[in-house]
């Protein structure tokens, strides 16, 4: 008796070591696919809103934690989405469940042996039995396909739609500051970002209906003073 729990007890350290092993081995390449996707949709967003605001997005100081960070949040967002609606099928689904008849027996129907659906039924069994293997490796390439796909759509083609619209709202409802340049020149246009050497600039203008804009830049060395936009004060919710 006492040799078996000393055997059980030597495979469970063997299961766990072997098991520890694994997950080593395994949590590097998910911890660097991690990485790529988050990497990927912060640069693909960060890079066209900055882009459409006239911004070198290598110019504003951004490191690669900075880019990971940000399309983190935005991967995890969406996930819990996901996640919140999956739960809502499926406590819709146990409603849907508590709300039948237990007692109820489903009806088993028959097909008969010379009717169509059975011959049907039987041809279509007989064909999978033979074209198991294209079948299986068309349904692997399939659910790869659709994987790359959802990569691809959450980690750039949606960045760079909701960039794209960020900063189009950013254009329509900024409000122009003021600058002042040490020749006393008054530049009027709103301040969309700033480098470490230039500040960011976007002239706008009402034209038939339609807002006009142009992007510029001005070195920092040639600015005296910056006035904001008069902004009232409202209490937090």
């Not at 960070?69 to 469940?97: H, M, N, P, Q, R």
């Not at 760079?160 to 340049?181: D, F, H, Q």
């Not at 530049?187 to 700033?194: L, S």
């Amino acid at each position: 008796m006492e040799n078996q729990k000393d055997t059980n007890a030597h495979v469970s350290q063997v299961n766990a070591a072997w098991l520890w092993r694994v997950v080593k081995l395994e949590s590097l390449p998910i911890m660097l696919l991690l990485f790529a996707v988050f990497y990927s949709n912060g640069y693909a967003y960060l890079e066209t809103y900055h882009g459409k605001l006239g911004m070198p997005v290598n110019r504003l100081g951004y490191d690669a934690y900075q880019f990971v960070v940000f399309g983190g949040i935005d991967v995890l967002v969406k996930f819990a989405a996901l996640l919140i609606v999956i739960t809502a099928v499926a406590i819709l689904t146990c409603l849907i469940y508590f709300t039948e008849n237990p007692d109820r027996v489903p009806s088993s129907t028959t097909l008969p042996p010379m009717s169509r659906r059975y011959r049907l039924s039987q041809r279509l069994s007989k064909s999978y039995t033979k074209a198991r293997l294209p079948v299986r490796v068309t349904l692997l390439l399939t659910f790869l396909a659709m994987g790359m796909w959802s990569i691809w759509t959450l980690t750039f083609s949606q960045s760079i739609a909701r960039g794209k619209l960020n900063a189009y709202e950013e254009i329509r409802k900024c409000k122009p500051s003021t600058v002042l340049l040490k020749n006393l020149d008054v530049v009027t246009a709103c301040v969309v970002g700033e480098s470490d050497d230039m500040l960011y600039l976007i002239d706008k203008h009402t034209e038939d209906g339609k807002i006009l804009f142009q992007e510029r830049s001005i070195p920092k060395d040639s600015i005296r003073s910056t006035t904001g936009p008069a902004t009232p004060l409202e209490k937090p919710a």
